[in-house]
């Protein structure tokens, strides 16, 4: 394939300008797999510094102007004052992570839990991430239950699908006009033999039964191997129930690696799914999350990279020659139209995206830029000492 044409170049470089990709605080703090997180110079010791280092990226990508948080994890006095931490750095916060699966009363389910004191603990929890958000100014929810059973007989399953749909529902209650509860899955673990939450068909049940502002999440390492995670897209996409994605990539199961890095056409699959339905403006209402841990990288080098791993697939998702496809799908034209998706695939985007961001008056390359910005230099000397942020704090 030839590259673009100049006006097909507009079309994409606007679409491009426009997307916008949320960072995750977590991601800036220590954080790994179960057997060993591996700490790393200059990391956040509280949200006012991962906000700090989101802001970094932000400044480098041009496309990253939100951060999301996670509660305990990022608790503050003042969620204001962290709000205007935040705009002074030129970014704002994003969706609001709740975490139900770190105490110790959650050993057999949050929300799901047989006992009513856990579960109604569990749902104060929720309760307080939708207080902040009212603080924050954040959309989104995003609810993640590590609920479910490791032995058959260890619980009523269908029970606890009516425990969460109490929870949702109050919680759902507690939405103000302009906030949505984003409800994720996942396949399995920390459970291992009924998880309570665990596929988008599962999600999508209880998102139809709550309401408009209910909508599913697709973190993309929550599935099983060889899940066709592109037909979910189109599925809840056609639905109008798909709330946005955490992305990350996978070899074997929730790897939280940086996205693409592991199968970037998927990726490109996905997102030709997304421009096909006109949903990468903002306006379409999609949130495009990172979730990853950066364990053996360094971690803002990392996320910006993620972030243009995000771009590449996207670009390459708008240089689909949408007329010949559809040609070629009417026509049963099997070669031709597969032929359209593979031609924009193997386009090389990276070129366009250098114009891109020289247009936007930024550096060509994020990363070199980084790596000259002096910023990491400053962080390992400016956070020595104190606790570093991770996965508990
Ligand atoms: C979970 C889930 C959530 C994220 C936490 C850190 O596996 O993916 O989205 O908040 O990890
Ligand atoms: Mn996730």
Redesign the pocket.
Known sequence: MTQPDASTRDRITQALRAQRIETASWAYANSGTRFKVFPQEGVPRDPYEKIADAAVVHRLTGVAPTVALHIPWDRVDDYADLARHAAELGVTLGAINANVFQDNDYKLGSVTNPDPGVRRKAIDHLLECVDIMDRTGSRDLKL?FSDGTNYPGQDDIRARQDRLANALRETYDRLGDDQRLLL?YKLFEPAFYTTDVPDWGTAYAHCLELGPKAQVVI?TG?HAPGTNIEFIVAFLLRAGKLGGF?FNSRFYADDDLMVGAADPFQLFRIMHEIVRADALTPAAGIAFML?QCHNIEPKIPAIIRSVMNVQEATAKALLVDAGALAAAQRTGDVLGANAALMDAYHTDVRPMLAELRADLGLDPDPIAAYARSGYFETIRAERAGGQQAGWGA
């Open positions: 993640w994720e973190d929550h955490d979730d």
